[in-house]
Every structure is written in structure tokens, then in C-alpha cells.
């Protein structure tokens, strides 16, 4: 069966570490792979898209790596501050049966960054 | 600063009644995204649209759900009869083609059916 898998359990880190938050998927294939964060009670919010063609991926202190063939993405935090707690989602980009692409999301993993 | 708005943001009714939900998206945005978010399934994709013309619909219960969009500016999502099971958070997200879509999402409905 298709299944995107993140750490259900929440991941509690001190302030200035890296966090490393782990998506892997089964049964997909995936023409890109993005990253959103969501705070409570609010929309997700796009962080950064990796395409399956690619590597890794960074953006001021994120960094995304994708490996095709483990089936897995790594999304890295470094220097991580209270305000990056929230729920991190991991979201496959799969071509359609009609055209265009579908996403589809995982559960997501809660952040605690402590001070 | 451009948004997706989506109304109401808060819904209580009763079984049995009709839900219309409504999303603006950006201005320019070609794809219109509709997702419910519940505690135990997670974000689920319902329907999207590209160009107002609806390319997958299949995450959606056919039987009492319905997504439209009468014009550029507006998405409807409907569900009549509403069911207690269809309590959740819903989403709207729009995007801009060619793939891959980068969703900008609205702050969503939450609807709680009695």
C-alpha cells in the first residue's frame, strides 16, 4: 500500500541545535517533494520544494535532501529557535491520472524547540 | 500581500444540513486545491482544479460533496446532507501551473456538524 511515513512522535530539541526531521514514503514516485510548516489553527505554509532529479536543496537555515532510491527526504533546522516550533509536513508531488499533480501529505511531526 | 481568504472561518450546523464553504484564491493563481485536515486522517486532498476545470475529484465522497468554481475569483465546496463525520478543518489552497505547484493555503473553515 502507499504510504508517506514522518515521525509521529514529537521531537524536542534545545535551542541552537539542529533538528533533523525525517520523511519516508513507500509505493510512490514522486516528481517532487516539498516541505510545509504549520503553526496551530493556521494554514500550511510552504518551506522548500525538491524536485526527485535533485539532491539537496537549502534556504537560509533549512536544508532538504531527497534520495530516491531510500525513499526517503531529510529536512534539516540548524540553529533552531523557539520560534521554529510547529508541525513540519512532508508532501509528495505525484503526476495525475487527468494532467497536472496531486499532493499528497504526510501527518507531520510537532517540533518543540526549548529555550 | 496577496492571500487565499476563505469563508466563514467557523461553522456549527446540524446534521441533515447544507455546508457551502467559499475561497478566494490569488489573484492569477491558475490551480485551486481543497483539503480537509482532521486529527486522525491528517490532510487529505479533495478535489483541485486547474483553470477552473476540475482534474481530480477523486478524494471526494461523490454522494454528498460537490466542489465548483463558478468564476476565477471563487471556489465552493458543498456538502448537503452534512454528516457528524464530516467535522474538520477545511482548507483551500491555490497555486500557479506549470507544476510543481507551490500551494499557498487559505486559514481554513472549521465546521463542527452536531
Known amino acids: 500500500s502507499q504510504k508517506i511515513e514522518q515521525n509521529s512522535e514529537a521531537l524536542n530539541i534545545q535551542e541552537g541545535k539542529t533538528a533533523t526531521l525525517t520523511c519516508n514514503y513507500t509505493n510512490y514516485s514522486p516528481a517532487y517533494l516539498q516541505w510545509y510548516r504549520q503553526d496551530p489553527g493556521r494554514g500550511p505554509v510552504f518551506l522548500l520544494l525538491i524536485r526527485e532529479n535533485e539532491k539537496e536543496k537549502r534556504k537560509e537555515r533549512l536544508k532538504v535532501t531527497f534520495d530516491t532510491t531510500l525513499k526517503q527526504s531529510l529536512f534539516h533546522i540548524t540553529a533552531s529557535q523557539p520560534a521554529d516550533s510547529a508541525t513540519y509536513l512532508c508532501?509528495?508531488?505525484?503526476?495525475?491520472?487527468?494532467?497536472?499533480?496531486?499532493?499528497?501529505f504526510g501527518a507531520g511531526t510537532r517540533l518543540f524547540v526549548k529555550a | 500581500d496577496a492571500r487565499v481568504t476563505q469563508t466563514p472561518r467557523h461553522k456549527v450546523t446540524e446534521m441533515g444540513q447544507e455546508v457551502t464553504m467559499r475561497c478566494q484564491p490569488i489573484?492569477?493563481?491558475?490551480?485551486v486545491f481543497w483539503y480537509r485536515q482532521t486529527m486522525m486522517q491528517g490532510l487529505e486532498l479533495l478535489a483541485y482544479f486547474r483553470n477552473r476545470a476540475p482534474l481530480d475529484d477523486s478524494g471526494m465522497p461523490k454522494d454528498r460533496f460537490s466542489a465548483e468554481m463558478p468564476d476565477a475569483t471563487l471556489a465552493t465546496l458543498k456538502i448537503q446532507p452534512s454528516e457528524p463525520r464530516d467535522s474538520a478543518v477545511y482548507f483551500c489552497?491555490?497555486?500557479?501551473?506549470?507544476?510543481?505547484?507551490?500551494?499557498?493555503f487559505g486559514p481554513g473553515t472549521r465546521l463542527t456538524v452536531l
Open positions: 489573484l492569477g493563481h491558475n490551480t
Open positions: 489552497a491555490s497555486g500557479f501551473n506549470p507544476p510543481p505547484d507551490t500551494q499557498y
Open positions: 508532501a509528495l508531488g505525484i503526476r495525475g491520472n487527468t494532467g497536472g499533480f496531486k499532493t499528497i
